[in-house]
């Protein structure tokens, strides 16, 4: 059974950083890809960060390049995004999941979602 469970969400002002972390279990981990998605009030879940399985590569979405950085520890079967230079834009529920590897703008996730990590940014 797959099992994802997201930390790190919190309140900060603009400009802040927060750390989110993935734990998982359940997956061949070191095997697969690994994204985090967001998703605020009324819109559509959308990718934010992807990492390949061994981290040589990684994508970002537009509107997290340069502020984001996405990263994994296949020992610990875990996976980050330390989130810099927060905007009141990325207030969102934050997932973590197990994606397809990335065709395009196109990121497909393969696993559950957990229950999410809320990440509040105040103006």
């Known amino acids: 059974q797959v099992q994802l469970l997201e930390s790190g969400g919190g309140l900060v002002q603009a400009g802040g950083s927060l750390r989110l972390s993935c734990a998982t279990s359940?997956?061949?981990?070191?095997?697969?890809?690994m994204g985090w998605f967001r998703q605020a009030p009324g819109k559509e879940r959308e990718f934010a960060a992807v990492?390949?399985?061994?981290?040589?590569?990684?994508w970002y979405a537009d509107s997290v390049k340069g502020r984001f950085t996405i990263s994994r520890d296949n020992a610990k079967n875990t996976v980050d995004l330390q989130m810099n230079s927060l905007k009141p834009e990325d207030t969102a529920a934050y997932y973590c999941?197990?994606?397809?590897?990335?065709?395009?703008?196109?990121?497909?996730?393969?696993?559950?979602w957990g229950q999410g990590t809320q990440v509040t940014v105040s103006s």
């Open positions: 990492i390949s399985p061994s981290a040589r590569s990684t």
């Open positions: 359940g997956l061949p981990f070191s095997s697969v890809y």
């Open positions: 999941a197990a994606v397809k590897s990335p065709r395009g703008q196109e990121v497909v996730p393969v696993s559950s």
